[in-house]
């Protein structure tokens, strides 16, 4: 199994477009810390590979990456299909930019692909251009393709719905003392991390760009894996209102902090996995290479994803 880190980044980027933070300050002058939207590409087999989230960076991902250049007949392309952790804009925007396609395959659970096609209208706005064809996505490991080696399967981490497919006033408004009862209460999987396993060799790697809380699945998932990428949106909890962003704290908004009382770091730091960082936020720290943040990462045994890395398992 072979994976390829296409960004990441959280929303916006870095930078982001309306931001003069440090963060993104610090991208402008130094293009060399640019990062695009988090995303993966996963290895079905020789000739085919699935996007992990379709970002709004999709068509530059896909440009900075030789596997998955267009060839050799004028049409054919690597690209298989998508899957699909939530139904987040910043992680479903890049499938529009899919419909040159004839037919575009996507692996998303219940919740995800309804909040799609009955809120985001993405069916009625894209079949006219390609064909879609959906998948379900749940517990039991299916073949990333027919006939591959690469199982998947998903753990619901959260029940944090989109804000466009809020449930109700206040969930619209994003308030955070309900996004944390969607966090905690797993009724339904708008949120997941995703289990990949090569049943050739065994390797296993999680995929888990939002994290939300930790639930004992979550915990046995990651305990056997190889690899694992996960959400380092935020450094504390107290980032985005000492940001000046928002006035909701990491966990308010949805993803648990890497440092501090409940942070991620010390959850990862006993696993016999190699640990890396995604979906970094344009205010965390770890945006600057010589962020001190850094060597407390690695004296633990953990890292931030570089884009363009290589994970074979």
Request: hydrophobic letters at 40%; proline letters at 8%.
């Amino acid at each position: 199994m072979l994976l390829k880190v296409l960004g990441t980044a959280a929303g916006g980027g870095v930078p982001q477009w309306n931001c003069a933070c440090p963060g993104c300050s610090g991208a402008r002058i130094h293009p060399d810390r640019r990062r695009r939207h988090a995303s993966l590409a996963v290895r079905a087999d020789d000739d085919h590979w699935y996007l992990i989230n379709a970002t709004p960076d999709l068509a530059d991902q896909i440009e900075s990456t030789p596997a998955l250049h267009p060839g050799p007949a004028a049409r054919r392309s690597p690209v298989a299909g998508v899957v699909l952790t939530d139904a987040e804009l910043d992680h479903t925007l890049g499938i529009a930019r899919l419909r040159e396609a004839d037919r575009v395959e996507i692996l998303a659970t219940g919740p995800v692909r309804s909040a799609l096609c009955d809120r985001a209208r993405l069916d009625d706005v894209l079949t006219p251009y390609a064909e879609l064809v959906w998948r379900e996505l749940g517990p039991r490991p299916v073949p990333l393709r027919e006939g591959s080696a690469v199982e998947i399967s998903a753990v619901p981490v959260s029940g944090k719905r989109p804000r466009y497919a809020a449930a109700g006033p206040d969930a619209a408004a994003g308030s955070g003392a309900v996004a944390t009862a969607y966090a905690t209460a797993y009724v339904e999987p708008w949120v997941v991390a995703l289990r990949l396993r090569d049943r050739r060799t065994g390797g296993t790697a999680v995929y888990a760009p939002a994290l939300a809380a930790w639930p004992d699945a979550f915990q046995a998932a990651i305990a056997e894996a190889d690899h694992v990428l996960l959400d380092g949106t935020f450094w504390d909890d107290d980032e985005p209102c000492r940001s000046g962003f928002s006035t909701r704290t990491a966990t308010g908004m949805g993803h648990l902090p890497i440092a501090g009382p409940g942070g991620t770091a010390a959850r990862l730091a006993p696993l016999a996995a190699r640990c890396c960082y995604t979906h970094i936020n344009n205010t965390n720290p770890l945006v600057d290479p010589d962020a001190p943040e850094h060597k407390r990462l690695a004296a633990l045994g953990l890292a931030v994803a570089a884009e363009g890395m290589e994970i074979a398992l």
